[in-house]
C-alpha cells in the first residue's frame, strides 16, 4: 500500500503571509496530483507534476515535484482568504495499479 | 465544458436497504473510480472499472458493494445492505486514459444511513 503523508493537517494564517504544504512518501510515483476541495464538492485538479524535479507555478501557488518523485510541495505566496480550503495530494503510480492514492489533505485557513 | 454527473446529490436510508448511486462520466472517458469520504477523514479509492469490468478494488469494496455500467454512459455504484459506517460522500471520477494522470470527480454524493 502506498501511503502519503500531509503536512500540516491544519494552518490558519493572515491574509498576505506565505505557506508551504509538504506531501511525502517512502513510495515512487509516476505523477503527483494536487486537488483543492471546498466543503460538500468534490475535489478539483489544480495541477500534475510528472518530471522528477519539475516546478509548475499557477498564479500564486508554486508546485514542485521531489527528484526521486516520491515528495511534493505547494507554496502560496502572499495568501488571500479565497485560497481558504483543503488542499489534497494524490499519488499514481502506472506500474502499480490504475488508481490514485490520496494523503490526508492539509486544511488552509486564510484570515482577512 | 465537460464534466462528471453524479445523483442523487444527497440520499437518505435506513440501516440494510440498498441503494443506488448513479454517475456519468465524461463521454470520451475510459477509466471510472469510485471514491469515498467519511465526513472529516481522508479520500479512499473504492474500485476502478475499464473495459466494462473491474480493473482494481480496495479492501473497503467488499461483497455489499457492486459496479455497473449498464447502457454505456451511466456508471452506477450499488450498496446491497447498508450500515451505519457506510455513511459518507461518494464520489465518482473519470480519465481518459491510463497515462494521462488527471482524474476528474464529480461534485458527490452525500449518503446518510440511519
Known amino acids: 500500500t502506498q501511503l502519503l503523508e500531509q503536512s500540516p493537517q491544519f494552518l490558519s494564517i493572515q491574509e498576505g503571509e506565505n505557506l508551504t504544504v509538504y506531501c511525502n512518501s517512502s513510495?515512487?510515483?509516476?505523477?503527483l496530483q494536487w486537488y483543492r476541495q471546498e466543503p460538500g464538492e468534490g475535489p478539483v485538479l489544480l495541477v500534475t507534476v510528472v518530471t522528477g524535479g519539475e516546478v509548475k507555478k499557477l498564479k500564486r501557488l508554486t508546485f514542485q515535484f521531489g527528484d526521486a518523485r516520491k515528495d511534493s510541495s505547494l507554496h502560496i505566496t502572499a495568501a488571500q482568504p479565497g485560497d481558504t480550503g483543503l488542499y489534497l495530494c494524490a499519488g499514481l503510480n502506472n506500474n502499480a495499479g490504475n488508481m490514485l492514492t490520496f494523503g490526508g489533505g492539509t486544511r488552509l485557513m486564510v484570515k482577512p | 465544458e465537460p464534466e462528471v454527473t453524479q445523483t442523487p446529490s444527497h440520499q437518505v436510508t435506513q440501516m440494510g436497504q440498498e441503494v443506488i448511486l448513479r454517475c456519468v462520466p465524461i463521454s470520451n472517458h475510459l477509466y471510472f473510480y469510485w471514491y469515498r469520504q467519511i465526513l472529516g477523514q481522508k479520500v479512499e479509492f473504492l474500485v476502478s472499472f475499464y473495459n466494462n469490468e473491474i480493473s482494481e478494488k480496495s479492501e473497503i469494496f467488499d461483497d455489499q458493494f457492486s459496479v455497473e455500467r449498464p447502457d454505456g454512459s451511466n456508471f452506477t455504484l450499488k450498496i446491497r445492505s447498508t450500515k451505519l459506517e457506510d455513511s459518507a460522500m461518494y464520489f465518482c471520477?473519470?480519465?481518459?486514459?491510463?497515462?494521462?494522470?488527471?482524474?476528474?470527480f464529480g461534485e458527490g454524493s452525500r449518503l446518510t444511513v440511519l
Open positions: 471520477a473519470s480519465r481518459y486514459d491510463r497515462a494521462a494522470g488527471e482524474l476528474f
Open positions: 513510495s515512487v510515483f509516476s505523477s
